[in-house]
């Protein structure tokens, strides 16, 4: 036994010595995303909107409330982010509320932008031309040339503000034109000469459910300018007036004049708030303290640095580092730190309404339906406090609406997508053991969901499970009913498939707290995925109440009861009970078969997220390794370091944290349990360091670049034959070894009781 520890503490050690201290923010690659995706399985599968990744090269901190890019697409239109690589022209620098990788539209934002020589107060006049040539974009710094202008812009941001530095390259007069972006013509805007100051808000608006409605809350802004300016006014679609304020006005927006030379600096700090103007001020003054713009860029960095350095990465594939810690980058964008520094935030679903945290911090945007699969489990991992915080949110917006939300983004009901995911979410946190909040109240919230129908009143607010009624009458949604109050209408298999998940993301729950009751129905409940399996044809399909089943049948096509997908690809959403669907099938050998088909067809989407568990799915076949090709082989062909390498719509961070857990070799196929199924790593060596000061360092021993089957596996010197790994095994740290070869060994982890859990056997 001293033996083996000795051999383990030594492999330790030359496994740290491998990761020396790098600088990571080199690596990250904002642009990724900012173009139409080229991936495979999106030019195949993707149409439209989701052939864009529709991230952008953000500035920001992690989580942060505001997110800062250059500008080249104006006004808040869903689907359109602020910055499109394609896009030669800039109208400005956002402070930007957008939900990264979404296919939304950004909301309370407002924009800035430096002119010279003579005022131009209208797009058309003002635009610019630019170059990526000319840009430095990393996750702390942002730096463009303006040639029109003999400008140089830079920003950096924290969490909740910024700072800008305009320079001069020639002298002239310089204008700064602050616009609060509204489409709908609101806002208010207002200038202080005598402070150098210059604040406003932009009223936010419901997406989805509720659509245009006021969302409660507004995003407000306060400018400071570090030297005093010499001319300033008002502007309303391209009239100037001598005003110090505006308010509820057609493209409007304030400027203020200087007058610098070749060379000079000007240099702005900007708050931001949701709650309000001494909000946004008390901010700015907690966040920037002084006018040292190069002291801030490096107090940023070192921010990021420590966020992605908490997972450190060995591998002399230089590609490979690009796309991981831009994966990671990109995961942290979201969700979105809500409350100021002193705690207040918007009410949940409010009017205009401000609450008080007793302690912690408030969160919204969650893309709830895309980031409970991967980019929430990873943070279960990485930082607990910050889900224990986002648990406590969403207690908060049950208790302040009435209705736990399934899908809250812009501070409101959405009612968007499908499935009852924040369920899910807070499911598995708790079964990790991540319990800081009031697990009673969350039951309370989560049960109402699953058993109770809201009024109609509350219903057509987006608040309660679409369909539910369908759902408990019949055991599944019928087709007859088109769930006409959603955004996605109908797709009522996708539906019956996610919630029977989500009762068995419950039922976990009810049987922590001893609920016998409810866990015996929920647990009932989560097999309700059979009643829409058609057995003669081996995959989920539409279904009347008088349960024969709709006809034709096109098992390859998109149909209107599958959300964003086939039946093929969807049938595999079982995480709950793998085992069972292969039984369905006809034994895990059938379910063999069927993955294989999906991937031979090449109808394996990794651009949309339902799949995305899909080739973890092996591990419950005689043939786990398949899981190694398959994951290696979407880890390679679906991402790239170009503007084009993300497949798809980024949905929050979802897609790139699918990367990071698929490259580190362990995924949660079933986020409400506590295991993680094991891959090949992608890199030769990694560590983990995990809260408390443990680290989990892995090791992938291969004689060949190219060895990705699993031959054998140590955990702490001991042989490990299970094809997972448990939340608190991860969680203790430790050496992983994988034994890596160039052929598949076809007996490890095949055995029925070293495959991951199911709900039945």
């Known amino acids: 036994m001293k033996r083996r520890l000795i051999l383990v503490t030594t492999l330790a050690l030359m496994c740290v010595a491998g990761l020396q201290a790098q600088d990571l923010t080199s690596y990250v690659q904002p ?102 040539q000319s840009e430095t974009t990393l996750p702390h710094y942002y730096r463009v040339d303006l040639p029109k202008y003999h400008l140089i812009t830079e920003l950096t941001a924290t969490t909740r503000a910024a700072m800008l530095q305009f320079t001069t390259q020639k002298a002239d007069s310089i204008y700064l034109l602050i616009t609060p972006n509204s489409d709908r013509n609101e806002g208010f805007i207002k200038i202080d000469a005598k402070r150098g100051l210059i604040w406003g808000y932009n009223p936010a608006h419901r997406l989805y459910q509720g659509w245009g409605k006021p969302a409660g809350f507004s995003g407000y802004f306060v400018v400071q300018v570090e030297a005093p300016f010499s001319a300033w006014g008002v502007y309303s679609d391209g009239k100037t007036k001598h005003a110090d304020s505006l308010h509820n006005a057609s493209n409007m927006g304030a400027y203020i004049g200087f007058k610098l030379q070749a060379g000079n600096q000007l240099r702005v700090r900007v708050g931001t708030s949701f709650t309000s103007l ?52 990109h995961a942290m964008q979201q969700p979105r730190l809500f409350n100021d520094v002193d705690g207040k935030y918007p009410q949940f679903s409010g009017n205009y309404q401000v609450k008080q945290l007793s302690g912690g911090n408030y969160y919204d945007d969650f ?14 991992i990485l930082k607990p406090n910050l889900v224990n915080d986002c648990v406590r949110s969403m207690i908060l917006k049950g208790q302040q609406g009435g209705w736990l939300p399934i899908f809250p983004c812009w501070n409101s009901y959405t009612a968007a997508m499908v499935g009852d995911h924040v369920t899910a979410f807070i499911s598995s946190a708790y079964v990790r053991g991540i319990r800081n909040y009031d697990v009673n109240e969350a039951y309370r919230l989560m049960r109402q969901n699953a058993f109770k129908m809201a ?55 009810a049987k922590g707290l001893g609920k016998t009751a409810d866990y015996q129905v929920l647990t009932a409940r989560s097999l309700n995925y059979r009643n829409v399996f058609d057995p003669s044809v081996k995959m989920v399909r539409g279904r009347y109440i008088d349960k024969h089943w709709v006809d034709p049948f096109r098992g390859s096509s998109k149909e209107f009861y599958i959300t964003e997908g086939t039946p093929q690809q969807y049938t595999f959403y079982t995480p709950q009970d793998v085992k069972g669907l292969a039984r369905l099938m006809g034994g895990p050998q059938q379910l063999e078969t069927q993955l294989d088909k999906l991937f031979d067809a090449g109808e394996y989407w990794h651009g949309n997220e339902p799949g995305q568990q899909i080739p973890f ?78 680290q989990l360092k892995v090791m992938a021993h291969r004689k060949s670049v190219g060895d990705v089957y699993i031959q054998s596996v140590k955990l702490n010197g001991v042989a490990y034959s299970k094809s997972y790994l448990t939340h608190a095994a991860l969680m203790k740290g430790g050496v992983l070894e994988f034994y890596l070869g160039d052929k598949p060994n076809k007996t490890w982890a095949t055995k029925a009781t070293d495959q991951p859990q199911s709900l039945t056997n």
């Open 31 to 132: 642009l990724s995303g900012t173009a139409s995706s080229t991936t495979r399985s999106a030019a195949k599968h993707g149409a439209s909107t989701e052939l864009n990744a529709n991230t952008m090269p953000a500035v920001t901190l992690p989580f942060g409330m505001t997110q800062w890019t250059a500008e080249t697409r104006q006004s808040e239109t869903k689907c359109q982010p602020p910055y499109l690589f394609k896009d030669s022209m800039l109208t400005g620098f956002r402070a930007s509320h957008w939900l990264s990788g979404s296919c939304t539209q950004d909301y309370g934002s407002f924009t800035l932008m430096p002119i010279t020589g003579t005022l131009k107060t209208l797009p058309a006049d003002y635009t610019t031309p630019f170059s990526h």
């Open 278 to 329: 001494e909000g946004a001020f008390k901010n700015l003054n907690a966040e920037i303290k002084d006018w040292n713009f190069k002291a801030l860029v490096a107090q940023n960095k070192q921010v990021w640095e420590k966020a992605l350095g908490q997972i450190s990465i060995e591998t002399a594939n230089q590609q490979y580092k690009r796309i991981f810690y831009t994966s990671m980058y």
């Open 367 to 380: 893309s709830m339906w895309d980031i409970y699969r991967g980019q929430m489990p990873l943070f279960e």
């Open 455 to 509: 009024g109609d009143a509350d219903y057509k607010d987006g608040k309660g499970r679409r369909a539910l009624d369908s759902y408990l009458k019949y055991g599944y949604i019928p087709v007859e009913d088109s769930v006409p109050e959603a955004f996605h209408k109908k797709e009522q298999v996708s539906r019956t498939l996610e919630y029977a998940f989500d009762d068995y993301a419950l039922a976990q729950i």
């Open 617 to 694: 799915m092996y591990n419950y076949t005689p043939s786990p390794w398949k899981t190694q090709s398959h994951v290696k082989q979407v880890l390679e062909d679906e991402y790239s370091d170009g503007p084009g390498g993300l497949s798809g719509n980024d949905d929050a961070g979802q897609i790139s944290a699918w990367y990071v857990l698929g490259s580190l070799g362990f995924y949660p196929l079933n986020p409400a349990s506590d295991q993680y199924l094991l891959t090949s790593p992608l890199f030769d060596a990694y560590r983990i360091t995990l809260p408390g000061g443990k």
